[in-house]
């Protein structure tokens, strides 16, 4: 057997693009990996991959001809993260273009929903340029731009008549977009518009609740809903019908294992409507929580100064913050009691402040098992799950058949879940990329390019609370 290189990655630096160059036959042999995702474990077994397809799964393979050789000894196999709520923008930066793309699959993300866009056209555009080869980065789930109630957000879509959200959604999922989110003031008519809209040309709809309650999504027909318990205003003290107010004292107060809770999960999971986690964001605004700083090295200038002025803010608060400690470890308690009910949980990172794409996605595989997931039960929310919210059967598992979309981490996964920062490989749709090689010359160049005024719209002071999750 003769071992080539036939994925070779070609960077081309032309007027600030990177293109990854492969070739067109495409056979990887990895031997002696342990095999995990969320319905079984192989050890000590190989995994031949013809044409971007799993084909083989196996003790002892053995191929003549071509193939590119990775030695799997001492490695863990997982299915590439198929991730939701993975923006292409932050405060500050309302396009990440290339860069991001590049973090996010150097993280493990082989498929991603944008869940949100600051660009929409930048974003298609992006997702062409993967498909095409031009940039590498993981398959896009295109959303549209933000729809918002008339008290909301200027820069986002405040429309009201049902006929000219039926034309603007129209127009959108023309272009390529297969989901929309709403945003905090948008009004349960507005909703219902938008959900039916959508719905009759098989678009889905999301939505970052405050206004309208989770109970009140789901009775409409929304397909998933944002950021989980931190945002079941169902529950909030003092809260208006139809505004966006009220008491977030639940946070800390709400009986998590009680009836009220336990009824509405049992709605969503009647109703499918998902729940889209994003616990490394909740981490980044919580006192006294560990910072990865790989942030000082990425952030362009002017997102680095922000992310800064945040945490030195922060520290001075100390316990007088807003984000209370424990936040963070109750959405988790309230994310595993869902999962294990049979709701579907999803989760991304909604990277903002020091919380970066790709990093911020590791950082959630580590959260679920520090929440109390099984290392299996945080490999399905981290595949299998978005796979299934976003339609794709051909992912999400390591099986025979399915599509090549791959981590190969370094060590035993199972033993020392910490191991998923450090990846050895990822493999998209048959490809090799290291994550050193996408990492490669983007150092202060993650938000370089500051876009339109969209972007400091969403940053988190701008909606009254000092976070930042959109």
Request: net charge negative; aromatic share 6%; charged share 25%.
């Amino acid at each position: 057997m003769r071992m080539t290189h036939k994925f070779k990655i070609g960077l081309l630096l032309l007027a600030g693009l990177i293109a990854f160059q492969t070739a067109a036959n495409n056979r990887i042999l990895i031997k002696n990996t342990k095999v995990m995702d969320s319905i079984s474990i192989h050890e000590n077994v190989d995994v031949l991959v013809a044409d971007g397809v799993i084909q083989t799964i196996g003790p002892g393979i053995t191929i003549d001809g071509d193939v590119e050789l990775i030695d799997g000894s001492n490695t863990t196999l997982i299915p590439g993260f198929v991730a939701t709520h993975n923006h292409l923008h932050m405060p500050g930066a309302t396009f990440l273009g290339e860069a991001g793309a590049r973090f996010y699959l150097a993280g493990g993300v082989t498929t991603m929903q944008t869940t949100g866009a600051a660009e929409p056209l930048s974003e298609l555009q992006l997702k062409q340029d993967i498909q095409k080869g031009k940039v590498a980065g993981p398959d896009i789930v295109a959303t549209g731009p933000y729809f918002t109630g008339p008290d909301g957000n200027a820069v986002m879509l405040r429309m009201t008549d049902a006929d000219a959200i039926d034309k603007e959604i129209e127009q959108w999922v023309d272009r390529g977009v297969s989901w929309f989110k709403v945003y905090r003031h948008t009004t349960e008519d507005q909703l219902k518009a938008i959900i039916e809209s959508a719905h009759k040309r098989g678009a889905k709809v999301t939505g970052h609740l405050c206004s309208i309650t989770m109970q009140q999504a789901a009775e409409l027909g929304i397909d998933a809903i944002e950021h989980g318990f931190i945002h079941a205003y169902d529950f909030a003290e003092d809260k208006s019908a139809g505004e966006c107010d009220g008491s977030n004292s639940f946070r800390s107060s709400l009986d998590i294992q009680g009836e009220s809770l336990k009824g509405l999960h049992k709605l969503l999971i009647e109703k499918k409507v998902a729940i889209s986690s994003t616990p490394s964001i909740f981490e980044a605004q919580t006192p006294k929580t560990p910072i990865n700083p790989a942030y000082k090295t990425y952030l362009a200038p002017h997102l680095l100064e922000r992310a800064d002025n945040y945490l030195q803010r922060r520290e001075k608060a100390d316990d007088s913050w807003y984000f209370k400690p424990e936040w963070l470890q109750r959405t988790l308690e309230h994310d595993l009691l869902f999962l294990n009910r049979g709701g579907l949980l999803t989760i991304g990172p909604d990277p903002g402040l020091h919380s970066i794409p790709g990093f911020a996605d590791q950082r959630n595989f580590e959260l679920l098992i520090q929440g109390g997931f099984t290392i299996q039960e945080a490999i399905q929310v981290m595949s299998a799950n978005g796979a299934k919210l976003l339609d794709f059967e051909d992912r999400g598992y390591i099986k025979e058949g399915y599509r090549a979309d791959l981590i190969l981490v370094t060590g035993d996964l199972e033993s020392a879940p910490q191991k998923i920062s450090d990846i050895k490989l990822i493999i998209k749709n048959g490809v090799t990329y290291t994550p050193e090689d996408l990492r490669k010359g983007l150092e202060g160049q993650l938000g370089k390019v500051l876009g339109s005024e969209l972007g400091g719209e969403l940053g988190g002071e701008s909606r009254g609370e000092a976070g930042n999750e959109d």
